[in-house]
Protein backbone atom coordinates (compact mmCIF):
# COMPACT_ATOMS: atom_id res chain seq x y z
CA UNK A 1 0.00 0.00 0.00
CA UNK A 2 1.45 3.35 -1.14
CA UNK A 3 -0.05 7.14 -0.23
CA UNK A 4 -1.60 6.61 2.69
CA UNK A 5 -1.43 8.60 5.88
CA UNK A 6 -4.81 9.03 7.44
CA UNK A 7 -5.74 5.06 6.47
CA UNK A 8 -3.57 2.18 7.56
CA UNK A 9 -2.94 -0.78 5.47
CA UNK A 10 -5.45 -2.89 6.93
CA UNK A 11 -8.26 -0.55 6.42
CA UNK A 12 -7.42 -0.37 2.78
CA UNK A 13 -7.26 -3.90 2.21
CA UNK A 14 -10.68 -4.32 3.75
CA UNK A 15 -12.17 -1.70 2.15
CA UNK A 16 -10.55 -3.09 -1.42
CA UNK A 17 -12.68 -6.35 -0.71
CA UNK A 18 -8.82 -8.43 -1.35
CA UNK A 19 -7.56 -11.34 0.44
CA UNK A 20 -4.02 -12.28 1.41
CA UNK A 21 -3.08 -15.47 -0.22
CA UNK A 22 -5.74 -14.76 -2.86
CA UNK A 23 -4.31 -15.99 -6.45
CA UNK A 24 -3.28 -13.04 -8.45
CA UNK A 25 -4.58 -14.24 -11.48
CA UNK A 26 -8.20 -14.52 -10.29
CA UNK A 27 -8.40 -10.70 -9.16
CA UNK A 28 -10.37 -8.48 -10.00
CA UNK A 29 -8.26 -5.60 -10.15
CA UNK A 30 -11.54 -3.21 -11.51
CA UNK A 31 -13.60 -4.42 -8.67
CA UNK A 32 -10.63 -3.57 -6.03
CA UNK A 33 -10.23 -0.15 -7.39
CA UNK A 34 -14.08 0.55 -7.50
CA UNK A 35 -14.27 -0.47 -3.77
CA UNK A 36 -11.65 1.82 -2.65
CA UNK A 37 -12.85 4.68 -4.45
CA UNK A 38 -16.43 4.43 -2.85
CA UNK A 39 -14.23 4.94 0.72
CA UNK A 40 -14.97 8.82 1.47
CA UNK A 41 -11.29 9.80 2.43
CA UNK A 42 -9.89 7.73 -0.89
CA UNK A 43 -9.46 10.08 -3.89
CA UNK A 44 -7.44 8.20 -6.36
CA UNK A 45 -6.45 4.88 -6.55
CA UNK A 46 -3.95 2.70 -8.86
CA UNK A 47 -3.60 -1.29 -8.86
CA UNK A 48 -0.79 -2.26 -10.66
CA UNK A 49 0.12 -6.59 -10.18
CA UNK A 50 3.53 -7.27 -9.44
CA UNK A 51 4.33 -10.92 -11.00
CA UNK A 52 4.71 -13.46 -9.75
CA UNK A 53 2.44 -12.43 -6.25
CA UNK A 54 2.34 -9.33 -4.96
CA UNK A 55 0.05 -5.93 -5.67
CA UNK A 56 1.21 -2.56 -5.38
CA UNK A 57 -2.25 -0.77 -4.21
CA UNK A 58 -1.50 3.36 -4.88
CA UNK A 59 -3.82 6.00 -3.43
CA UNK A 60 -4.55 9.35 -3.04
CA UNK A 61 -6.12 10.60 0.21
CA UNK A 62 -9.02 12.82 0.55
CA UNK A 63 -7.79 15.68 3.63
CA UNK A 64 -10.18 17.34 6.16
CA UNK A 65 -10.10 21.00 5.38
CA UNK A 66 -13.23 22.40 7.25
CA UNK A 67 -15.73 21.20 9.25
CA UNK A 68 -19.54 22.52 9.47
CA UNK A 69 -21.90 22.36 12.31
CA UNK A 70 -25.09 20.67 11.72
CA UNK A 71 -27.06 19.49 14.47
CA UNK A 72 -25.36 18.23 17.17
CA UNK A 73 -22.62 17.16 15.55
CA UNK A 74 -19.83 18.28 12.64
CA UNK A 75 -20.05 17.66 9.01
CA UNK A 76 -16.17 17.12 7.66
CA UNK A 77 -15.35 18.49 4.30
CA UNK A 78 -12.24 17.95 2.07
CA UNK A 79 -11.41 21.24 -0.02
CA UNK A 80 -13.61 20.54 -3.02
CA UNK A 81 -17.02 19.66 -0.57
CA UNK A 82 -16.29 16.02 -0.24
CA UNK A 83 -18.30 14.86 3.23
CA UNK A 84 -15.63 12.41 4.57
CA UNK A 85 -17.27 12.33 7.74
CA UNK A 86 -19.95 12.87 10.52
CA UNK A 87 -18.75 13.43 14.10
CA UNK A 88 -20.55 13.91 17.05
CA UNK A 89 -17.18 16.20 18.34
CA UNK A 90 -14.47 19.08 16.83
CA UNK A 91 -11.01 18.34 15.71
CA UNK A 92 -9.30 21.15 17.07
CA UNK A 93 -7.38 22.07 14.04
CA UNK A 94 -10.06 22.61 11.68
CA UNK A 95 -11.45 25.57 10.48
CA UNK A 96 -15.48 25.86 11.50
CA UNK A 97 -17.99 27.41 9.28
CA UNK A 98 -21.24 28.02 10.93
CA UNK A 99 -24.60 29.76 8.80
CA UNK A 100 -24.83 27.21 6.36
CA UNK A 101 -27.98 25.67 5.90
CA UNK A 102 -27.38 21.89 3.96
CA UNK A 103 -29.61 20.12 1.94
CA UNK A 104 -28.15 16.63 1.54
CA UNK A 105 -25.79 14.82 3.54
CA UNK A 106 -24.37 11.55 1.66
CA UNK A 107 -20.71 10.52 2.69
CA UNK A 108 -19.01 10.46 0.03
CA UNK A 109 -20.58 12.60 -1.86
CA UNK A 110 -20.50 16.37 -2.51
CA UNK A 111 -22.15 18.56 -0.20
CA UNK A 112 -25.51 20.25 -1.57
CA UNK A 113 -26.68 23.55 0.22
CA UNK A 114 -29.39 25.87 0.42
CA UNK A 115 -29.35 29.44 -0.10
CA UNK A 116 -27.71 29.15 -3.32
CA UNK A 117 -24.58 29.85 -1.23
CA UNK A 118 -21.04 28.26 -3.30
CA UNK A 119 -19.09 25.99 -1.10
CA UNK A 120 -16.08 26.72 -4.05
CA UNK A 121 -15.96 30.31 -2.71
CA UNK A 122 -15.95 29.71 0.89
CA UNK A 123 -13.37 27.12 0.15
CA UNK A 124 -11.42 29.73 -1.76
CA UNK A 125 -11.61 32.15 0.81
CA UNK A 126 -9.85 29.38 3.20
CA UNK A 127 -7.68 28.63 0.62
CA UNK A 128 -6.70 32.36 0.13
CA UNK A 129 -6.35 32.77 4.00
CA UNK A 130 -3.53 30.33 3.97
CA UNK A 131 -1.69 31.48 1.44
CA UNK A 132 -1.67 34.71 3.41
CA UNK A 133 -1.11 33.01 6.58
CA UNK A 134 -4.60 34.24 8.15
CA UNK A 135 -5.68 31.07 8.41
CA UNK A 136 -3.89 30.04 11.77
CA UNK A 137 -5.79 33.18 13.11
CA UNK A 138 -9.64 32.27 12.52
CA UNK A 139 -11.64 30.88 15.20
CA UNK A 140 -14.21 30.48 12.73
CA UNK A 141 -16.07 32.12 9.93
CA UNK A 142 -20.09 32.58 10.15
CA UNK A 143 -22.66 33.39 7.12
CA UNK A 144 -25.05 35.50 8.43
CA UNK A 145 -26.96 35.53 5.30
CA UNK A 146 -25.54 35.44 1.91
CA UNK A 147 -24.07 38.97 1.53
CA UNK A 148 -22.64 39.09 4.86
CA UNK A 149 -19.89 36.62 5.78
CA UNK A 150 -17.99 37.42 9.43
CA UNK A 151 -14.67 36.03 10.61
CA UNK A 152 -13.62 35.66 13.77
CA UNK A 153 -10.31 35.17 15.19
CA UNK A 154 -8.81 33.78 17.65
CA UNK A 155 -7.73 37.41 19.32
CA UNK A 156 -11.06 38.37 19.95
CA UNK A 157 -11.51 40.52 16.95
CA UNK A 158 -14.54 39.95 14.14
CA UNK A 159 -13.78 41.44 10.88
CA UNK A 160 -16.96 42.00 8.87
CA UNK A 161 -15.73 41.08 5.48
CA UNK A 162 -19.24 41.06 3.73
CA UNK A 163 -19.87 39.03 0.17
CA UNK A 164 -17.22 36.92 -1.55
CA UNK A 165 -16.32 39.61 -4.24
CA UNK A 166 -12.65 41.05 -4.34
CA UNK A 167 -11.69 38.60 -1.94
CA UNK A 168 -7.60 38.87 -2.41
CA UNK A 169 -7.82 42.39 -2.01
CA UNK A 170 -10.26 42.27 1.32
CA UNK A 171 -7.70 40.17 2.43
CA UNK A 172 -4.74 42.11 1.81
CA UNK A 173 -6.24 44.95 3.90
CA UNK A 174 -7.69 42.85 6.28
CA UNK A 175 -3.94 42.31 6.99
CA UNK A 176 -3.23 45.72 6.75
CA UNK A 177 -5.69 46.40 9.44
CA UNK A 178 -4.82 43.52 11.98
CA UNK A 179 -1.15 44.84 11.87
CA UNK A 180 -2.04 48.21 12.45
CA UNK A 181 -4.32 47.04 15.18
CA UNK A 182 -1.60 44.78 16.84
CA UNK A 183 0.75 47.96 16.75
CA UNK A 184 -1.72 49.99 18.88
CA UNK A 185 -2.47 47.06 21.60
CA UNK A 186 -5.67 46.75 19.99
CA UNK A 187 -7.06 42.96 20.48
CA UNK A 188 -10.96 43.31 20.14
CA UNK A 189 -13.77 44.87 18.14
CA UNK A 190 -15.33 44.31 14.88
Do not use: M, W
Amino acid sequence: IQGNYILNDEKVILASGLNYNENIFKIRTHDAKENLLSHPYIKFVNIKRIFPNKLVITIKERNEFLVIRFLDSFIYLDDEGYILNLLAYKKENLLEVEGININDISIGKKITLEDNISLEKIIDLIKDCKKIGLYKEIKKIKLDNISNIVIYLKSGIKVAFGHLNNVKYKLSFTIRILDDLKQRGINKGT
